[in-house]
C-alpha cells in the first residue's frame, strides 16, 4: 500500500509528557500537511511542509507544538507536555504541489489522561 | 481566512431516498473538492471542481460548482448503506485547502 501512512494509530499520554505522530508521504510527494479534527470543530490546518522546509506554520500554537519533514525519515508532529486540551485526531496527509489534492492518511488519536 | 458552511449538519435517511447536501463561502474559490470520511479513518477525495458552472459526476454522485465559484452542491441519488458517512468540501488559498465542518449521513436499510 502505498498510501499515506501514520503511527501509531493511536495514542495515550499522561499531561505534561511529550507526544510524537510520525506521517509517512505517498511515494513522491513532498507537500506535507498537519491537520487536527474534534467533533465540534471539523478539520483545523496546523502546518504545511516540505522536505527540510516549514512553508506555513500559521494554524500551528506556538508553545509545545512543532513540527518537521526531514530529507529522510517520516514527518514528525512533536507536542511537549501535553494537556487534556490536545486529545484529538490528529490527521497528516500529503500532495504532489500545489494545487494538488490532499491525500490523507489515517490519523492518530491521541487521548490525554 | 475563507469560512465553508455546509448544511445540512446531520441528514438521516432511507435507503432509495434522493438527497443534496451544500458547501456555501462568501469567497471565490480557484477550485472545491469533496470528500467522503468514515468513522476511525482519514477523509478521501471524492471530486475537484474548477469552472464555475462546472457539473461532474461519480456514479450516483452529482457535484455541482456554483457560477460565481462561491457554492457547491453534492447530489445522491438512491442512497445505500454504504454512502453513509462525513462529507467534507475543502477550497481556499492554493496551497493549503481550508475545511467546512462537514454534513453527516446516515442511510438505514
Known amino acids: 500500500n502505498a498510501g499515506v501512512m501514520q503511527n501509531p494509530r493511536h495514542l495515550v499520554r499522561r499531561r505534561g509528557q511529550e507526544a510524537r505522530l510520525r506521517c509517512s508521504p505517498m511515494k513522491g510527494h513532498s507537500h506535507v500537511y498537519w491537520y487536527r479534527q474534534l467533533p465540534e470543530e471539523g478539520l483545523k490546518f496546523m502546518v504545511y511542509l516540505q522536505k527540510e522546509n516549514i512553508i506555513d506554520e500559521s494554524g500551528m500554537p506556538k508553545e509545545r507544538f512543532s513540527a518537521e519533514f526531514p530529507k529522510e525519515g517520516p514527518s514528525i508532529l512533536r507536542i511537549q507536555q501535553v494537556v487534556r486540551g490536545d486529545s484529538a485526531a490528529y490527521f497528516c496527509?500529503?500532495?504532489?504541489?500545489?494545487?494538488?489534492?490532499?491525500?490523507f492518511g489515517n490519523g492518530t488519536r491521541l487521548t490525554v489522561t | 481566512t475563507q469560512l465553508l458552511e455546509q448544511s445540512p449538519q446531520f441528514l438521516s435517511i432511507q435507503e432509495g431516498e434522493n438527497l443534496t447536501v451544500y458547501c456555501n463561502s462568501s469567497s471565490v474559490f480557484s477550485s472545491l473538492q469533496w470528500y467522503r470520511q468514515e468513522p476511525g479513518e482519514g477523509p478521501v477525495l471524492l471530486v475537484t471542481?474548477?469552472?464555475?458552472?462546472e457539473v461532474k459526476k461519480l456514479k450516483r454522485l452529482t457535484f455541482q460548482f456554483g457560477d460565481a465559484r462561491k457554492d457547491s452542491s453534492l447530489h445522491i441519488t438512491a442512497a445505500q448503506p454504504g454512502d453513509t458517512g462525513l462529507y467534507l468540501c475543502?477550497?481556499?488559498?492554493?496551497?493549503?485547502?481550508?475545511f467546512g465542518r462537514g454534513t453527516s449521513l446516515i442511510v438505514h436499510p
Open positions: 496527509a500529503s500532495s504532489l504541489g500545489d494545487n494538488s489534492p490532499l491525500h
Open positions: 471542481v474548477v469552472t464555475g458552472g
Open positions: 475543502a477550497g481556499g488559498r492554493s496551497y493549503i485547502p481550508t
